[in-house]
């Protein structure tokens, strides 16, 4: 049982490099969600998603985009890599969206730094 | 106000000591509270929701009080394992609602 699974585990980019950090969860849920984790700041909403088709913005959007082209997949794309991007990323999904009180599931995340 | 408030520790306690988390909440209307927990370079798990009525397992406990928008976390006979970040999290409301996660509190116990 994979779980949330995130790849890859660990990335250094140059400023303005562009690349995709994938997430992928086989629990079949509806809801997924883009975090990062900055020390003193807590975990930060970058973007979510309710289902196939349908992405939203979160608290932190700029600088990142998303898709969610199957159930399964959620990646999360830095078009133009800043060093403000330095950070861990974290995917998680849940069977429903927040109001349906349902536990977040976090992959294993993403530590990103950014030269 | 911000939306979740957490005391800003960090806690260190010797093994079997009694330790209480407290988080605010500044939206009245939030439905739903979770506490996570994570280790060090870990990823966050879920380490029990919060109910009206308050709720335990084993040694934590976990209370709402709606009237002062709070939420505790109490745990009892600390172990070395229980050395981790809590994080609190609420729902605010609504079908559209993104959960707020807290920043977190330190727990360092020492044999």
């Known amino acids: 049982n994979a779980g949330v699974t995130q790849t890859p585990k660990f990335q250094v980019l140059k400023t303005g490099q562009s690349m995709t950090l994938q997430c992928a969860q086989d629990m079949n849920h509806e809801y997924m969600s883009w975090y990062r984790q900055d020390p003193g700041m807590g975990l930060r909403l970058i973007h979510y998603?309710?289902?196939?088709?349908?992405?939203d913005q979160g608290e932190v959007p700029n600088g990142y985009n998303v898709s969610r082209s199957t159930t399964e997949d959620f990646p999360l794309r830095l078009l133009s890599a800043a060093p403000s991007q330095t950070s861990v990323y974290f995917c998680?999904?849940?069977?429903?969206?927040?109001?349906?009180?349902?536990?977040?599931?976090f992959g294993d995340g993403t530590r990103l730094s950014i030269l | 106000r911000k939306e979740v408030e957490q005391d800003p520790g960090p806690f260190n306690v010797p093994e079997g000591a009694t330790v209480a988390f407290n988080c605010t909440y500044s939206n009245s209307a939030s439905q739903s509270f979770f506490w996570y927990r994570q280790d060090c370079r870990k990823e966050p798990k879920l380490l029990m929701s919060v109910y009206s009525s308050g709720n335990e397992d084993g040694r934590f406990t976990a209370q709402l009080n709606r009237a002062s928008q709070y939420i505790s976390l109490l745990i009892r006979d600390s172990k070395l394992s229980d050395s981790a970040t809590y994080l609190c999290v609420v729902n605010p409301a609504g079908a559209n609602s993104k959960l707020t996660f807290g920043k977190g509190i330190t727990l360092s116990v020492r044999p």
């Open positions: 998680a999904s849940s069977l429903r969206g927040p109001h349906s009180n349902q536990p977040q599931h």
């Open positions: 998603s309710v289902g196939a088709g349908i992405t």
